[in-house]
Each structure stands twice: as C-alpha cells, then as structure tokens.
C-alpha cells in the first residue's frame, strides 16, 4: 500500500511570496495533520483536519492556513514568507481510530531566501 | 502545556554495546507516548505506541517501556543501521474527540560505529 504523499519534494522561495504545500493520505485514512521541523528541532503541531473540518491548530501565525478536500487530501498555504518559515514540512494521516498513530510523508523541504 | 525532553542530545555506540534512551513527559493526560525513528532529510517511522504505565513493546532489537514520568527505548547489541534519530511524543487525551496534536521532544541523535 503507498504511504502518506507530499508534493514537492523541495521549495525555494523569496521573502513575501506566498507557497502551497500537499499530502495525500494513506487510502482510508480520514485525518490529516500538518508539522513543521526546523532542523536540529522536533516538529511542530500545525493543523489537524478531520473529514475536512479543523479539529486542532498550533501555535502559528494567520499567514498560515490549510485546507482538507473531500478525497481527504489536504494543502498548506503560508502568505508572506519569511526567513524563519525555511523547515522541512511534514504531513501525517491518521485513521483516525481511538490509536490515532500518525504515519508521516517524506516532507517538503521549504528553503527561503 | 504538555511538554518532552529527551535526554541524551546525541549518544555514540559501538556495534553490539546496548544502551537506552530517555523520554521524560508532562501531559494533562495521556492518551498515547509514541517512539519514531527519523533518517536525514526523511519524514518519521513510526515504531512504537504505548498507552499506559507499565507497558512494553518490542520489534527486533529495540524495546520501548512507559511509566508515568517517562519512557525507555533500550537498544540491544545495535548495528550500523540502526544510526538515526529517535523521537519521543504524547498525545494527550482531548475528552474522547479526534483531536490528536503530537508534542515532540527534540530528538536523540544515535550514531552505532562498526
């Protein structure tokens, strides 16, 4: 079975431009969660949506946003880019069941410059 | 606010000298301490779920343990391959809904030398 998909895989982006980030999740898996890993750090809580709803949000700024679509795929947008945004950016489905394991993609690597 | 440290930064083993890593945890109840194995550049494996205090589990030379202060990884007479950094996090109990926010601790970086 494939695991969880991101798209790209690496991102080089301005000051101030605005990027788009997707993740498709593992089939029938019907929660997704967002993080973001600056190096040397664990990662950061972002999102999480359920059946397209946003069930928990991190403690990140508005520029962020996200969306789950009804395939149960999910985008992450972040407007006004700025240096500190650079970080690997990981996306996570879960089923979810009373478990709630998170399976993690292979990231988008975010560079701005 | 739910908090993990884990301890140490970085350990360097030879292969074969086994040794543990430590998780330790703040959490308004937990609902689940999860162990993931991260390489470079790479998304975290899931290894490991434990519920709670006094559980064990094990797949092939690692074995998590959880009490109600921390958690173990012991690795037994580790190789090369298990070079990685290991992530501990919980999630805590949100009343019986779907939400399911992880809080990382910062990672232990292994490097096992032949």
């Known amino acids: 079975d494939a695991g969880v998909t991101q798209s790209p895989t690496h991102l080089i982006k301005t000051r101030g431009q605005q990027v788009t980030l997707r993740c498709s999740p593992i089939s029938g898996h019907k929660s997704v969660s967002w993080y973001q890993q600056v190096l040397g750090q664990g990662p950061q809580f972002i999102f999480q949506y359920y059946e397209k709803e946003e069930r928990g949000r991190g403690n990140f700024p508005d520029r962020f946003s996200a969306r789950q679509f009804p395939n149960y795929s999910s985008e992450l947008n972040v407007n006004a880019l700025l240096l500190g945004d650079s970080a690997l950016y990981l996306c996570?489905?879960?089923?979810?069941?009373?478990?709630?394991?998170?399976?993690f993609g292979p990231g988008t690597r975010l560079t701005v410059l | 606010e739910d908090q993990v440290t884990q301890s140490p930064e970085a350990l360097r083993l030879q292969e074969g000298e086994s040794s543990s890593l430590n998780c330790s945890y703040t959490v308004s109840g937990l609902r689940g301490l999860f162990w993931y194995r991260q390489d470079p550049g790479k998304g975290p494996e899931f290894l490991f779920t434990l519920y709670s205090a006094g559980e064990e589990k094990e797949k092939e030379r690692l074995k998590a343990t959880l009490t109600k202060k921390e958690s173990f990884l012991h690795i037994t007479a580790p190789k090369p391959e298990d070079s990685a950094t290991y992530l501990c996090?919980?999630?805590?109990?949100?009343?019986?809904?779907?939400?399911?926010?992880?809080?990382f601790g910062q990672g232990t970086i292994l490097t096992v030398h032949p």
């Open positions: 996570a489905s879960s089923l979810p069941t009373s478990t709630d394991t998170q399976y």
């Open positions: 996090a919980v999630q805590a109990d949100a009343g019986g809904t779907s939400y399911g926010k992880l809080t």
